[in-house]
């Protein structure tokens, strides 16, 4: 089984943005331990961080054909973007959206996601673990052929 995960703009600077409200883990931090649970549950990750929305946009599209499933923190475009969350819907794989804050606790601007209807599920609220708790959702809620 083959998992992408996608993450959006300024995630690459996670561990020094603003650390008080996102945590002191680095993206590449967060990827070394996906890369164990996947190991634990026999899936295949990728992983890609854009700060463009055209780039987001371009690699769901690549995902068609080529992914089981995706995790996708598109950071502050989750609030704005139809042109992502038209592409996750139509290429039409199972994802689940990240969120490392609770963004129903944030400014009122943050409380809506568009992408939010097309997901499987959206995790937010938990950091970094919440992409453990979307990949192991996501693994556990994926048909059994994908599984196996």
Same mark, same amino acid.
């Given at each position: ?103 129903? *606790? ?21 950091? *970094?673990?919440?992409?453990?708790? *979307? ?14």
């Amino acid at each position: 089984m083959k998992i992408a995960v996608i993450n959006g703009p300024n995630l690459n600077l996670l561990g020094t943005r603003e650390p008080a409200l996102y945590g002191t883990e680095t993206l590449a931090d967060i990827e070394k331990h996906l890369l164990t649970v996947a190991r634990e549950l026999g899936v295949e990750l990728t992983f890609s961080q854009h700060n463009g929305e055209g780039e987001i946009v371009d690699a769901v599209h690549a995902l068609r054909g080529r992914a089981d499933g995706a995790l996708v923190n598109a950071g502050a475009y989750s609030h704005t973007s139809l042109a992502i969350r038209d592409a996750l819907a139509g290429i039409r794989i199972p994802f689940v959206e990240v969120h490392l804050t609770n963004i129903y *606790a944030r400014e009122p601007e943050r409380r809506k996601s568009v992408l939010a209807d097309a997901a499987m599920a959206v995790i937010c609220g938990f950091g *970094a673990y919440g992409y453990e708790l *979307a990949l192991r959702g996501l693994v556990k809620r994926l048909p059994v052929a994908a599984n196996g």
